[in-house]
């Protein structure tokens, strides 16, 4: 086990052995980080070490994974608070040990008074400050509605599974070096769009190991404690949302509260080299291009290719910029508009795609204006389960960026998210992840904004074999795509599959984003053939639970982050 620091009153350790867990509650002023875990009982792997120890704690109570999942979920909006929440939404893939496969959709709506032009100005430019930060950039929160959409499934009484979140907002704890830097680093923005100065303002700098306690957030959770679903989207905490609302100029009403509703949807699921992957159908883009990119990729045999050649890489670049294409223009919420989904996912249609695909020579995507890709914020959140019995969970959730909107409701103490921003606020003008979109993802009162979330489980003889996901905005399918590739065709280990590096293209802008520990002379091929390539630090935070053929399972949680596995 390699230390990598050791205030007095924190431990944060990262392991990188084979273990089992032994504690029982996790102890929020002294806790480790676990990169790997193998055991036989039940895992979770999330974006942080209490968060996954909380889920476990709920498996050795005896709920299930869906159990798991909702403790996790509820953890992370205290422990995680730049993307875990209440105050955002997202997307949950069910495996149940019956067989059947269930998708809830938890993705925030428009507010009613929201309108497709909302975010130009006289001229008809978009003002995408305002789709990104403060009141108006926050949609309908899902986040709750999704976790009693899941309560169907899960055995345990809410009121244990709501408990560690609890504690961890009452009583505090520990934060980490990366949370600290960023509460520092947002500072300046949680005080511009605030109209109460929220708790993550100190007025010297967090460090690595300070307590943070968020009472209103307790109060926010005991009221959903008591009051279930109605405990956020009716009385107390609804009011503070609407008060908070109109301080800040923003147009979500008790009414767009009460009427939200998490949506119970088919999963889309596909054959891929002998197994099946189970992953979210829109109103998220990114189970509709994984299959689209899994599918161009067998017709290409990259089975035969291997992993970080100029071969592989170009050919998954192509793939992934047809995809992109696709999603850019027929995308967006199925209750709004007309997806062709049987054509965009068909194996003739795919094939076509690939006929001007021309190996050793760079595409473009040039007819169409660049957009401008910002660093990648890692502000999404994912989470994987598995229990004993077979049941699986795959989860992201969201405040879109880090922080959301940077809006705390104040007497509520939880953010709001900025998700009206992955909205096509304007035909052609980028959002903050620098993809366009066009009519399909154009806003309208009431609709859920295009996702590229791509919580995935992928089944081998019928049971959980890879449970796979990331944040990344659009780079999730591609970070998924990849990490599935690297698993099913190049063989690679769960660990490789997370840590090794990655890389991503969406169309516009016509540039290939590569994480800098990428093979040079690989780049160097890739230029030669035509590309631009653009480096960036950190590419997802990628969470793989997977079962092996001996029974037993395997976590990891990516380097990149403080992600961390528990197991049993
Ligand atoms: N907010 C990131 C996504 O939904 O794709």
């Not at 909702?70 to 993307?83: C, G, K, N, Y």
């Not at 400050?129 to 926050?138: C, F, N, R, T, V």
């Not at 100190?202 to 943070?212: H, Q």
């Not at 957030?217 to 609804?238: H, P, Q, V, W």
Request: with cysteine; net charge neutral; proline share 5%.
């Amino acid at each position: 086990m390699k230390k990598i620091m050791i205030p007095a009153f924190l431990i944060l350790a990262m392991s990188f052995v084979q273990f089992t867990f032994s504690q029982e509650k996790p102890n929020p002023y002294k806790y480790e980080i676990h990169k790997k875990v193998v055991c036989k009982n039940g895992a979770v792997a999330s974006a942080n070490a209490l968060a996954s120890e909380a889920g476990v704690n709920s498996l050795k109570q005896g709920g299930n994974a869906v159990d798991a999942a909702i403790a996790t979920q509820l953890a992370l909006a205290v422990v995680f608070p730049q993307a875990g929440n209440i105050g955002g939404g997202g997307f949950m893939i069910i495996h149940l040990k019956n067989g059947k496969n269930i998708a809830i959709d938890f993705r925030e709506v428009a507010p009613g008074e929201a309108s497709r032009d909302m975010y130009l100005d006289l001229n008809g430019n978009a003002q995408t400050h305002l789709s990104q930060d403060g009141h108006l950039a926050a949609g309908v929160p899902g986040s709750v509605a999704g976790i009693f959409a899941a309560m169907k499934y899960a055995k345990l009484p809410f009121k244990k599974l709501i408990k560690p979140a609890i504690d961890f907002a009452e009583k505090g704890f520990a934060i980490s070096a990366l949370e600290a830097s960023l509460n520092n680093q947002t500072k300046n923005q949680f005080i511009k769009f605030n109209t109460t100065v929220p708790i993550f303002v100190k007025n010297d700098l967090w460090k690595e190991g300070d307590t943070l306690i968020q009472k209103d957030l307790a109060n926010s959770l005991k009221r959903i404690r008591d009051y279930g679903e109605k405990g956020f989207y009716e009385g107390e905490t609804a009011q503070l949302i609407v008060d908070e609302m109109k301080r800040g100029k923003g147009i979500i009403t008790n009414n767009d509260l009460t009427n939200y509703k998490a949506i119970i949807r088919q999963p889309l699921v596909f054959d891929y080299e002998g197994s099946k992957v189970v992953t979210m159908p829109l109103s998220s883009s990114g189970g509709i291009i994984l299959e689209q990119m899994m599918k161009m990729s067998s017709f290409e045999n990259i089975d035969k290719m291997q992993f970080e050649t100029p071969q592989s890489a170009q050919l998954m670049t192509e793939i992934e910029r047809r995809a992109f294409a696709d999603r850019a223009k027929y995308l967006g919420d199925p209750d709004f508009v007309k997806v062709p989904v049987a054509t965009l996912v068909s194996d003739s249609y795919l094939k076509e795609r690939l006929k001007d695909y021309e190996p050793g020579k760079a595409g473009n995507s040039k007819d169409i204006k660049e957009g401008v890709i910002p660093e990648e914020s890692k502000e999404t959140t994912h989470f994987d389960v598995i229990d004993k019995d077979g049941n699986a969970v795959s989860e992201t959730t969201t405040l879109n960026g880090w922080f959301g909107c940077k809006t705390v409701v104040a007497g509520a103490g939880f953010l709001l998210n900025n998700e009206m921003d992955d909205f096509s606020v304007k035909p052609g003008v980028p959002n903050m992840f620098g993809a366009v979109g066009a009519d399909a993802n154009a806003i309208a009162p009431h609709k859920r904004m295009l996702s590229s979330m791509t919580p995935t489980i992928v089944l081998k003889n019928n049971k959980p074999w890879i449970i796979v996901g990331t944040p990344g905005g659009t780079t999730i399918p591609t970070s998924v795509y990849q990490t599935l590739v690297d698993l099913i065709d190049f063989h690679m280990s769960p660990e490789d599959a997370v840590d090794k590096p990655k890389f991503h293209h969406q169309w516009l802008p016509d540039v290939i984003i590569v994480e800098q520990s990428f093979d040079k002379n690989v780049l160097e091929a890739l230029k030669k053939m035509g590309y631009a390539i653009t480096m960036t630090k950190g590419i997802g935070r990628t969470e793989v639970i997977m079962v092996r053929h001996d029974g037993s399972i395997i976590g990891v949680g990516d380097k990149r982050g403080d992600d961390s596995v528990a197991g049993y």
